[in-house]
T-cell receptor, first 112, second 114 residues
Framework: GENVEQHPSTLSVQEGDSAVIKCTYSDSASNYFPWYKQELGKGPQLIIDIRSNVGEKKDQRIAVTLNKTAKHFSLHITETQPEDSAVYFCAASPNAGNMLTFGGGTRLMVKP | ETGVTQSPTHLIKTRGQQVTLRCSSQSGHNTVSWYQQALGQGPQFIFQYYREEENGRGNFPPRFSGLQFPNYSSELNVNALELDDSALYLC?????????????FGPGTRLTVL
C-alpha cells in the first residue's frame, strides 16, 4: 500500500519568513495530493491540493509543488503569520474521493 | 451550506464496552470516510461509505463497523473497546469516488478508553 513520509516533524520560523514542508510517497498510482491544516481541538482543514497533471499550484501565500518522477511534493508558505501556527499534514490518494494516506504531520510555530 | 458535524464531541468508555459515533455529511455529499487519529500522528483510514455501501476498508479489525443512512449521514461502531482505541475519530465527506470532490473533515470525536 501507499506510504507517505513527511519532514520536518517540527518547524519554527520567524514571522514574515518562509516555511517549507516536504513529503515523499511510494505508490506511483497516487494522483491526488492534498494538504491539511489542523489547529488544536479541531479537524483537519483542506488548504490546498494538487493533481498529478500539474507541477505547481499557488493560492495567495501558499503554494504546492509536485515532482511525480521523484515521488515528492512540497508545501511552501511565504510571509508567515502567527495564525499559520498549526500542525500541517500532507496526504496522497489515487483520486480525491478515495482513501487518503497521511504523513506524520509537521508542527509549524511562527514566532512574532 | 452546512459543514460536516460529528457527535458526541467527547466520550469516555471502559475497556470491553461498545461505542457509536455519528457523522452528518456536508450538504450535497454522498460519501463518508472515517479516520482514526492517535495523539501526535496523522489520521489513518478506517473505511468509506458511498451511497450506503462500504467502499474500501483500511487495516482495522472487524470490531470496527459502520453504516450509512439514506440521508448520507453515517455511524461508526466499535465493539469490545481496547485501550489503544483511544483517539480522535474523524469523518470526512465528499461527493463521488474516483473523480470525486475533495474530502472535508468534521471536528472529530475524542474517545478515551479507560
Amino acid at each position: 500500500g501507499e506510504n507517505v513520509e513527511q519532514h520536518p516533524s517540527t518547524l519554527s520560523v520567524q514571522e514574515g519568513d518562509s516555511a517549507v514542508i516536504k513529503c515523499t510517497y511510494s505508490d506511483s498510482a497516487s494522483n491526488y495530493f492534498p494538504w491539511y491544516k489542523q489547529e488544536l481541538g479541531k479537524g483537519p482543514q483542506l488548504i490546498i491540493d494538487i493533481r498529478s497533471n500539474v507541477g505547481e499550484k499557488k493560492d495567495q501565500r501558499i503554494a504546492v509543488t509536485l515532482n511525480k518522477t521523484a515521488k515528492h511534493f512540497s508545501l511552501h508558505i511565504t510571509e508567515t503569520q502567527p495564525e499559520d501556527s498549526a500542525v500541517y499534514f500532507c496526504a496522497a490518494s489515487p483520486n480525491a474521493g478515495n482513501m487518503l494516506t497521511f504523513g506524520g504531520g509537521t508542527r509549524l510555530m511562527v514566532k512574532p | 451550506e452546512t459543514g460536516v458535524t460529528q457527535s458526541p464531541t467527547h466520550l469516555i468508555k471502559t475497556r470491553g464496552q461498545q461505542v457509536t459515533l455519528r457523522c452528518s455529511s456536508q450538504s450535497g455529499h454522498n460519501t463518508v470516510s472515517w479516520y482514526q487519529q492517535a495523539l501526535g500522528q496523522g489520521p489513518q483510514f478506517i473505511f468509506q461509505y458511498y451511497r450506503e455501501e462500504e467502499n474500501g476498508r483500511g487495516n482495522f479489525p472487524p470490531r470496527f463497523s459502520g453504516l450509512q443512512f439514506p440521508n448520507y449521514s453515517s455511524e461508526l461502531n466499535v465493539n469490545a473497546l481496547e485501550l489503544d482505541d483511544s483517539a480522535l475519530y474523524l469523518c470526512a465527506s465528499s461527493l463521488g469516488l474516483a473523480g470525486g470532490t475533495e474530502q472535508f473533515f468534521g471536528p472529530g470525536t475524542r474517545l478515551t478508553v479507560l
